[in-house]
């Protein structure tokens, strides 16, 4: 079984949300990339490193600088007579162009998978997580997005796969890029980060968030997170939010400041290694999840601690 994988990328290096998805196609069969981009020759070059993949097909075309995906899914389709799967990081790139690529085949996507039990059977969560499901289908042709914190990421170096050039579709004119604004910080990337420290509504305003939540995240060299209710409330823009219909992290340790743990924002952190909840309500949900709780008022405790550390 040959299975193909989007490679995220910058057109400059690879995103790590691509790592975990070679280990979940790696259980399916023989694992080729597709890098699709303009100038990305160095991208595909890092990629072929990867361990376990046994090919690198380039498609090289200033069609694909922005990786829209109106005119990616095309470029997969292409690809697909010789191969038996798809997959795609379940991110917002992922989870852009596989649905498109799902429907050019005429067959069923299976998303967000957490873990591979047969070569057509997989488990996902539903409902929020609050239950897991273990699908099976019975596509010819398989499109997956893959859970990135539930699967180990493929090691960046130890493989020498070949570098095929593929021919480009070229741009399917259903779409233009304009623009795009992008957030720049110093900390880490809130999906690959050890340690993470989120805020909610608890924090009462965007002021009070910055200056509790952030002295903690740069003693920790933490990336910072929010709940949606505290990204609703504008305190901080919504690349922060952690959640259902926000990034899913899974990191070594979480610590929610302030945060109640709404069923959405459970299903974005609960997979974290060690989860630290301080909240002055006892009973707030987010405590039967946390492996450490504080029952505190954040105001003194989270300044308390970040001058201790």
Do not use: W
Not at 147 to 161: L, M, N, P, Q, V
């Amino acid at each position: 079984m040959k299975t193909l994988v989007l490679v995220e990328h910058d057109n400059a290096s690879l995103k790590d949300a691509t790592l975990a998805t070679v280990s979940a196609a790696a259980k399916l069969g023989e694992v080729h990339l597709l890098v699709a981009g303009a100038g990305c020759a160095q991208v595909a070059e890092a990629a072929a490193k990867i361990a376990g993949v046994a090919k690198v097909h380039l498609a090289d075309d200033a069609a694909y600088a922005h990786q829209l995906p109106e005119t990616v899914a095309p470029l997969v389709v292409s690809l697909m007579d010789h191969h038996d799967a798809f997959l795609a990081p379940a991110t917002t790139t992922g989870k852009n162009i596989a649905p498109r690529v799902a429907a050019l085949l005429d067959v069923m996507q299976v998303s967000d998978i957490i873990a591979v039990d047969g070569p057509d059977t997989f488990t996902r969560p539903i409902y929020a997580g609050n239950a897991i499901a273990k699908v099976q289908t019975s596509d010819k042709k398989l499109v997956i997005t893959v859970r990135g914190t539930a699967f180990e990421k493929a090691a960046k170096d130890g493989g020498s796969a070949e570098i095929e050039v593929v021919a480009s579709t070229g741009d399917a004119g259903l779409s233009s890029f304009v623009s795009a604004e992008l957030a720049s910080s110093e900390r880490p990337e809130l999906t690959s980060a050890k340690v993470i420290v989120s805020g909610g509504r608890g924090l009462g305003n965007g002021e009070n968030y910055h200056a509790i939540i952030e002295p903690l995240a740069d003693k920790l060299g933490a990336a910072v997170g929010a709940s949606r209710a505290a990204v609703d409330a504008g305190f901080v823009p919504n690349d922060y939010q952690v959640g259902q219909t926000g990034k899913i992290v899974a990191p070594e340790i979480y610590i929610a400041v302030g945060i109640s743990g709404a069923i959405q924002h459970l299903a974005g952190m609960k997979d974290s290694k060690t989860i630290i909840a301080i909240n002055k309500d006892e009973d707030a949900p987010i405590f039967q999840v946390a492996d450490i709780g504080l029952v505190a008022d954040l105001f003194k405790a989270v300044p308390e601690l970040t001058s201790k550390l």
